[in-house]
């Protein structure tokens, strides 16, 4: 069955680094587009970052665009993302989903934390 698993989050002070990693099992990941998406406390699903199938291609959010950077390496079947000057809005539960029909995300991970202090 499909597998997300992401790893990574923290907790750290405004201006650190953080990278991300999520590992996918049960499916050919270098067929699907990925993206990050994010969850902070008492706010909706929020998309952060996505990755076509081969890594030639990446978008970014506004809010995220030269601090928040999407990678992938097909041959171990991991998503990354490193996160570099991080500011407290960054605060969420982060997860890292698979593409479904260009639209949306079919499967998605359990999500790991990060929390920026100030």
């Known amino acids: 069955q499909v597998q997300l698993v992401e790893s990574g989050g923290g907790l750290v002070q405004t201006g650190e680094s953080l990278r991300l990693s999520c590992v996918a099992s049960?499916?050919?990941?270098?067929?699907?587009?990925m993206y990050w998406v994010r969850q902070a406390p008492g706010k909706g699903l929020e998309w952060v970052s996505g990755?076509?199938?081969?890594?030639?291609?990446?978008y970014s959010g506004d809010s995220v665009k030269g601090r928040l950077t999407i990678s992938r390496d097909n041959a171990k079947s991991t998503l990354y993302l490193q996160m570099n000057n991080l500011k407290p809005e960054d605060t969420a539960l982060y997860y890292c989903?698979?593409?479904?029909?260009?639209?949306?995300?079919?499967?998605w991970g359990q999500g790991t934390q990060v929390t920026v202090s100030s």
């Open positions: 989903a698979r593409d479904f029909s260009g639209a949306t995300y079919d499967y």
């Open positions: 049960g499916f050919t990941f270098s067929n699907f587009w």
């Open positions: 990755i076509s199938t081969s890594g030639e291609s990446t």
